[in-house]
Structures are given as C-alpha cells and as structure tokens.
C-alpha cells in the first residue's frame, strides 16, 4: 500500500512567503557589500528530487533568493521550505509535516564562499567550487559543491546540482517507508542574478 495516502485530520499548510526572505538578504549583504556590485536573484528555482524503488520525488520552488558578492566570493541562499511544490499533493504534507517538520524549521538556508581567483567581474563562463554551510531541519553541515556561473553583458546565470544526505541532517525516514523514499536527496539550482550597487 502506498505511504503518500491522504490523513482526514490534516491539511497542507502552506505559509505565505515572507518578507524575512528579502531581510535575510538584505542583512547578509550588509556584512559584505563594501560599496561593490552585489548580484541579486529573487526568485532562484531550487529543485529537489529522489529515486525510489516505489515512488520518485520530485519537487520544486520558484521562490528562494540568492545574493553573490563577485569581489569577496560570498555566496548567499535561503528558501522556505513550504514552498516546494510536489504534483503529489500527499507527498507535499508528508514532505512537510513528517519530514521537513516546516513549522518548526521554515527555511533552508546556506551561506559559503567561491574557492575560486576568477574575476566574476568579468564576461565568461566558470567552474566554481562553493564551500560553506547549508542549515536544514536545524542542522548545519559544511559542503564542498560544483557549479557554473555564466556572466555576460550585466546578465549573471548561476547552475548547481549536488546531494544532500538526509541523516546528515537528522531527517528520519520511518521504517514502514523506507523503500519509498531515496536516503539521498539531489538538489539542482538554477538562478538568474541582477546586478545591484553594495
């Protein structure tokens, strides 16, 4: 029998997206700005997704916001976790209530830094290498990961795809379920950045 059934006592609870996002932003920005150029994206794709050997996961928000410092290489991303959209509607309240626990633990958020000499100021397309903190289900974890960032004309595109252990981040899979959700998330990002004076 499949897990993702329907509880008659619950409902999805979906927040609306708060302005605290932008906040976070702002006062992340604040610390490193030095009257540079800061990249901004707003509305940053962040998906998820998992094999399983009885049902896929695949999820998606348009919502999270990113900044990116391109002098000091200070990267910044927080997302509310209830704004994952799933095509399962099940799968999103038990993504949420069981999992994620959202009410206790809204946002996911991360803040690292480029590895990388590159000039970002500069027209072309670069491998990077980010490493920093990703906090989620309030649990911090340092991660290395790869990504793309294509810059031209004043138009920043970033690309990143890496996995997230869900034990790392003591998120339990009850045993009753195991086979239908995958240990091992793949989180893939995809942001488009404005250019704003620091």
Do not use: C
Not at 41 to 64: H, V, Y
Request: positive net charge; hydrophobic residues 35%; proline residues 3%.
């Amino acid at each position: 029998m499949a897990y993702f059934r329907r509880r008659s006592d619950k409902r999805i609870k979906m927040k609306p997206f708060s302005g605290i996002l932008i906040l976070s932003l702002t006062a992340a920005l604040s610390a490193t700005a030095q009257n540079n150029s800061i990249w901004i994206s707003r509305n940053a794709d962040i998906s998820l997704f998992s094999s399983a050997p009885i049902e896929n996961i695949d999820a998606k928000s348009t919502q999270g916001v990113s900044a990116i410092n391109p002098r000091t290489r200070d990267v910044y991303f927080k997302v509310l976790i209830t704004t994952f959209q799933f095509r399962n509607s099940l799968m999103q309240e038990h993504f949420n209530e069981d999992f994620m626990e959202s009410d206790k633990y809204p946002y996911a958020e991360f803040r690292g830094k480029i590895q990388d000499s590159t000039d970002l100021e500069k027209d072309g397309t670069y491998s990077v290498t980010v490493k920093g903190t990703l906090s989620i289900h309030n649990v911090s974890k340092v991660y290395t990961v790869q990504g793309k960032i294509d810059v031209s004309g004043g138009k920043i595109t970033v690309h990143s795809r890496f996995d997230v252990r869900l034990a790392d981040h003591h998120i339990t899979i009850p045993k009753l379920v195991v086979q239908n959700i995958a240990e091992v998330i793949q989180v893939t990002i995809d942001a488009s950045y404005t250019a704003s004076p620091g």
